[in-house]
């Protein structure tokens, strides 16, 4: 299976920072099948981006994805408060779908 | 809008099964694909299969083949999951979450999450 990595665990921000979180495939992704989630506690998942640079409707343009092949990044350009929480992302391109450890954004 | 709604937290013996239930609303329910994904404590997401809502079909994770089975009623608008042989181990978060029905399609909406507890 594809194993995901993510660094650093947790990153320390003040809001309006620039934060680049980092997301490396063990394997290549097949067509940049990557997707990164926001998770606040006790809350689900939250899709934001998908094919590693596509934004869903309804997430602000702060949040950008790129990369492709096996290094990919979520880039999220002035933090807003509500913005501290855990990003994860996802390879879907090969079963199993794989998630990386996540990143938390911390204050 | 797309909503999903689990069944309430579990507390289940060693070697117990479980069967959890994800109702879906706000959609049709038979042109979506079905996952589920677990979160032990201070763990990653994992992926443990899906169903074809349409047809029935499944895709298990090779770590749950043979204890895991997915299910789905289409006039409830309800998938299910069920674990057997509860270890420790599998104490955690179950979450239900829509795909579109290509294998390459993002986790788009997902369940609130049910908590199973396996103890002694």
């Known amino acids: 299976e594809i194993v995901l990595t993510q660094s650093p665990g947790t990153m320390s921000f003040s809001p309006g920072d620039r934060a680049t979180l980092s997301c490396r495939a063990s394997?290549?992704?097949?067509?940049?099948?990557v997707a990164w989630y926001q998770q606040k506690p006790g809350q689900a998942p939250r899709l934001l981006i998908y094919?590693?640079?596509i934004r869903r409707t309804g997430i602000p343009d702060r949040f950008s994805g790129s990369g492709s092949g096996t290094d990919f990044t979520l880039t999220i350009s002035r933090l807003e408060p509500e913005d501290f929480a855990v990003y994860y992302c996802?390879?879907?391109?090969?079963?199993?779908?794989?998630f990386g450890q996540g990143t938390k954004l911390e204050l | 809008q797309v909503q999903f709604g689990q069944s309430g937290a579990e507390v289940k013996n060693l070697g117990a099964s479980v069967k959890v239930s994800c109702k879906a609303s706000?959609?049709?329910?038979?042109?979506?694909?079905m996952h589920w994904v677990r979160q032990a404590p201070g763990q990653r997401l994992e992926w443990m299969g899906w169903?074809?809502?349409?047809?029935?079909?499944?895709k298990y994770s090779q770590k749950f083949q043979g204890r895991v089975t997915i299910t789905r009623d289409t006039s409830a608008t309800t998938a299910y999951m069920e674990l057997s042989s509860l270890r420790y181990e599998d104490t955690a978060v179950y979450y239900c979450?829509?795909?579109?029905?290509?294998?390459?399609?993002?986790?788009?909406?997902w369940g609130q999450g049910t908590l199973v507890t396996v103890s002694s």
């Open positions: 979450a829509r795909s579109g029905f290509s294998s390459s399609t993002p986790f788009d909406y």
């Open positions: 706000g959609y049709t329910f038979t042109n979506y694909a």
């Open positions: 169903i074809n809502s349409g047809n029935g079909n499944t």
């Open positions: 394997q290549t992704v097949r067509t940049n099948y």
């Open positions: 094919e590693a640079s």
């Open positions: 996802q390879q879907y391109g090969r079963s199993p779908e794989t």
